[in-house]
Every structure is written in structure tokens, then in C-alpha cells.
């Protein structure tokens, strides 16, 4: 279990990609990852991003923040860096 404010190096596959699109507020892209130790990771957009292009990305290696806590295996993440 990870604490918040941990940064960690993973290998992550994208699992699903949310686009949430509203003339009321921002619209928001919201990509969950799943690893291979078996947590599922949210990362949250302030910005529309391609669902198309996203969902083509088989497996990425990145380093990542967490920032809040869901439940034992579900995190928020931020400052997320593709490294390979």
C-alpha cells in the first residue's frame, strides 16, 4: 500500500479513458491505468485529451505522485512523467 506523497516508478497498462465534456465547467479527461502488481491508478485532466490516440498505448513505463488514497488498491495520481 502506497502513502500519499509517495513518487514510484511503474510499469502501467491503460485500462479505460473518460472523457467528461460539459459547456457548464472545464472538461476533463480522467485515464485509469492498471499495474502489474494489480492497483488501478486515476489520473485526472484538467483538459480534454484524444480518447482514440490514448487507448492505441498498449504498456508505458512512468513515475508518478500519489495524491489521494480511494482504498487499498485504487489511487489518485499527479505529476505523472512517461519514462519509458
Known amino acids: ?3 500519499v506523497g509517495d513518487q514510484i516508478d511503474e510499469v502501467v497498462k491503460i485500462g479505460n479513458v473518460k472523457l467528461d465534456k460539459s459547456k457548464y465547467y472545464i472538461s476533463e479527461t ?6 502489474e502488481s ?3 491508478l486515476i489520473w485526472r485532466l484538467p483538459f480534454p ?15 508518478y505522485c500519489i495524491y489521494e488514497v480511494i482504498d487499498k488498491n485504487t489511487y489518485v495520481i499527479t505529476e505523472v512523467k512517461v519514462i519509458g
Open 49 to 63: 485529451k484524444d480518447e482514440a490516440t490514448l487507448k492505441k498505448i498498449n504498456t508505458l513505463k512512468i513515475r
Open 30 to 35: 480522467e485515464i485509469t491505468f492498471n499495474t
Open 38 to 40: 494489480g492497483c488501478t
Open 1 to 3: 500500500m502506497y502513502n
